[in-house]
């Protein structure tokens, strides 16, 4: 069975992904680059706490390569968002 707080949890996830799926749908077409680049300062935030939870995890194995993994996808989620905020930008410069 689970518990409470597990459910309220749950709850809040649920309340959170239908509540950002519902913002970010509603975003006009211009203004997708600038939400980017603030996407791109979270990303930068969830491989901060990846690297303090890595530094965290102390003598066990499993913690370290849980932290470990943890680093690596959230160093290529930053990245890659560089990367298309790059490549979208790039189609509002003038050809020549």
């Not at 309340?15 to 519902?22: H, I, N, P, S, V």
């Amino acid at each position: 069975m689970i518990e409470i707080e597990g459910m309220v949890a749950l709850y809040v996830f649920m309340l959170a992904a239908f509540t950002g799926y519902e913002v970010i749908g509603r975003v006009p077409v211009i203004l997708h680059t600038p939400l980017m680049s603030g996407s791109n300062f979270v990303h930068g935030i969830v491989l901060v706490g990846a690297m303090v939870a890595l530094g965290e995890a102390g003598d066990s194995v499993l913690l370290q390569a849980i932290g470990f993994i943890a680093v690596v996808l959230a160093a290529g989620n930053a990245v890659g968002g560089y990367v298309v905020t790059e490549r979208m930008l790039e189609m509002f410069k003038s050809s020549k």
